[in-house]
């Protein structure tokens, strides 16, 4: 990272702080509402190295699941759907074998869906309220984590935490993988880290964050 992209990041990185902090602060009212459906999951949008296309795919992605889902098998599964840049991320629990390949097959046919990675779980009982609550706290220490965490742009990261399981997603380098895998594992609470990431190469990361020359100058 050169010297004017490190000046830009420190600069940033308040603002991203204070960023999740609002949108954390302004999303209590609805939690309660958020962990009964299920996993929780976090991403900051501040610069997404997603295109806009497949922003709007994801969302369509996640929500036509989680209703196909509930259509399909009810409250006798606990399964979430997080979707970036069209790979599917499934998680949860389910009480079979048999279950858990049906909701494989549901969500791979949905459209514009380019991979999914299965991580049900197989279990008698699926998780409860309890459960899902200390995920949050989980995933919104995990986010703060990150943001705290030097030469990672925080917001190409996306976050989704499933009973201790921390499960990372994004399109990242192999250097930003290995730095926010180090990091997170340094949190209390954490069980097991998944990255579920699309890998790009260094120089395609910098074209994300390449520093305008009015900044360049300014430094």
């Given at each position: 990272m050169n010297k004017?992209?490190?000046?830009?990041?420190?600069?940033?990185?308040?603002?991203?702080?204070?960023?999740?902090?609002?949108?954390?602060?302004?999303?209590?009212?609805?939690?309660?509402v958020l962990l009964v459906g299920g996993a929780v999951g976090g991403m900051m949008t501040a610069s997404d190295r997603r295109t806009l296309g497949a922003q709007t795919e994801d969302t369509s992605i996640e929500l036509k699941g989680a209703n196909r889902i509930n259509t399909a098998f009810g409250d006798t599964v606990h399964v979430?759907?997080?979707?970036?840049?069209?790979?599917?991320?499934l998680t949860g629990e389910v009480k079979?074998?048999?279950?858990?390949?049906?909701?494989?097959?549901?969500?791979?046919?949905?459209?514009?869906?380019?991979?999914?990675?299965?991580?049900?779980?197989?279990?008698?009982?699926?998780?409860g309220f309890n459960q899902r609550s200390s995920d949050?706290?989980?995933?919104?220490?995990?986010?703060?984590?990150?943001?705290?965490?030097?030469?990672?742009?925080?917001?190409?990261?996306?976050?989704?935490?499933?009973?201790?399981?921390?499960?990372?997603?994004?399109r990242v380098s192999q250097r930003e993988a290995a730095?926010?895998?180090?990091s997170v594992q340094e949190l209390t609470g954490v069980k097991k880290i998944v990255k579920v990431f699309e890998y790009i190469d260094d120089g395609e990361v910098q074209t994300y964050h390449a520093v305008p020359a009015a900044v360049e100058s300014a430094n």
């Open positions: 004017s992209t490190g000046g830009l990041h420190r600069l940033m990185r308040p603002v991203l702080v204070l960023t999740l902090m609002a949108g954390l602060t302004g999303s209590l009212s609805g939690c309660a979430d759907v997080n979707s970036y840049n069209r790979k599917v991320l079979d074998e048999a279950t858990k390949a049906r909701v494989y097959a549901e969500i791979t046919a949905l459209e514009n869906v380019a991979s999914v990675v299965n991580e049900i779980q197989v279990s008698l009982f699926l998780s949050a706290v989980l995933t919104t220490k995990v986010m703060g984590k990150l943001v705290g965490t030097k030469d990672i742009y925080a917001n190409s990261f996306k976050v989704v935490t499933e009973s201790g399981v921390v499960y990372l997603m994004g730095t926010a895998v180090a």
